[in-house]
């Protein structure tokens, strides 16, 4: 779809953001240059306020490069979130003249000129009308993503499908996956990638490789700290892709748990979004399989000391007793590993 105004408006709680929300987005950036989102309630959530929600749309759609900000495709994203008392935000129960005025005015403090309003609410033409802009409207009838942010408050498990990995695990949540996933975890060097390969190639399926790794080498080595916290969404959106594509079981290497755990060994500090990732761990995979670091090391120019390997193992022990996650630690060549884990699957699918 052609790009057919420069600046459009999203307007909405976002409680939480879910998978009609991304629509209402994707689709109104398809349309423009620049997409201004502005988040709010009154009353707010008071677990998660308007700050945090536009946050979370924030890393949703965060790129590669951190200064590039949040994009959708080439369209740029300048995501607002308005406070009651800051923001003079009317109550939710105020008159449609009330909300459309306060938006005008918001919009008009703060020297922001927007051509289009897109929506998926009845509420959408005569909201643009009043902003004198012109209407988009997307999937009323929701038809496309059959779900509201109401009944996500109601029933975040049950409708957990209608929302992303990051978002889901803010509440607690996991989406369901096609297929299984097993997760190898381990310290650097211990032989996770090469356990997922052979487990993928004996399985006659797919696997997903760190992609902590990617980046870190995208960005020799450089890594920040926000990165943490994306890493662990990207490799999230990976490992969904290819649950997709899977034949019976699903084999990733690593977890947000871990990647929760270089952002402390790196930054002395966590994410609260990366934290939440890494407490539903033990919902989001079947399995979880810990290499033991005894295999040689290999120094490929972006790891640690070998001295820090025992290390890393007992720190990712020590997380998964703290999560209650059980796993199986593996020894021993690839093959006697992927053996080792193959039965393990076994005796768990016949109990």
């Known amino acids: 779809?052609?790009?057919?105004?420069?600046?459009?408006?999203?307007?909405?709680?976002?409680?939480?953001?879910?998978?009609?929300?991304?629509?209402?987005?994707?689709?109104?950036?398809a349309q423009v240059a620049e997409l201004l989102v502005l988040v709010y309630a009154n009353p707010d959530s008071p677990t998660h306020p308007a700050a945090e929600r536009a946050q979370w749309l924030r890393e949703l759609y965060r790129a590669d490069e951190l200064a590039d900000g949040p994009r959708i495709g080439a369209t740029p994203l300048r995501i607002f979130a308005l406070a009651a008392d800051a923001d003079g935000v009317p109550p939710d129960a105020a008159d449609d003249d009330v909300q459309r005025e306060f938006v005008r005015q918001w919009l008009a403090r703060q020297g922001l000129r927007i051509d289009v309003v897109f929506s998926s609410e009845d509420y959408g033409p005569g909201f643009a009308a009043h902003l004198g802009v012109a209407h988009v409207a997307v999937d009323n009838a929701r038809t496309q993503v059959?779900?509201?942010?109401?009944?996500?408050?109601?029933?975040?498990a049950d409708t957990a499908h209608y929302l992303h990995p990051l978002v889901a695990a803010q509440l607690g949540v996991v989406p369901p996956s096609p297929v299984p996933r097993v997760v190898m975890l381990g310290a650097e060097s211990s032989g996770k990638s090469t356990l997922c390969a052979a487990l993928a190639e004996a399985c006659h399926t797919v696997w997903v490789p760190e992609y902590g790794r990617t980046l870190h080498e995208q960005k020799h080595g450089n890594l920040a700290y926000e990165d943490l916290l994306y890493i662990a969404r990207r490799h999230a959106e990976l490992e969904d892709e290819a649950a997709r594509q899977a034949h019976r079981w699903l084999f990733c290497d690593?977890?947000?748990?871990?990647?929760?755990?270089?952002?402390?060994?790196?930054?002395?500090?966590?994410?609260?979004?990366?934290?939440?990732?890494?407490?539903?761990?033990?919902?989001?995979?079947?399995?979880?399989?810990?290499c033991a670091p005894t295999v040689p090391f290999e120094q490929d120019g972006w790891r640690g000391p070998e001295a820090l390997r025992s290390f890393q193992h007992g720190m990712i022990l020590m997380q998964l007793d703290y999560f209650g996650i059980p796993y199986t630690l593996v020894e021993g060549t690839v093959a006697e590993r992927v053996a080792q884990v193959l039965n393990q699957l076994t005796i768990n699918n016949e109990q």
């Open 1 to 29: 779809m052609p790009t057919t105004f420069r600046t459009g408006l999203v307007v909405g709680k976002f409680w939480p953001p879910h998978r009609g929300h991304q629509l209402l987005l994707e689709t109104a950036a």
């Open 146 to 156: 059959p779900i509201s942010g109401t009944r996500v408050r109601a029933n975040a």
């Open 254 to 290: 690593t977890n947000a748990a871990t990647t929760a755990l270089y952002s402390y060994y790196y930054f002395h500090r966590c994410d609260p979004a990366l934290q939440a990732m890494a407490a539903v761990c033990g919902q989001r995979y079947a399995h979880t399989i810990v």
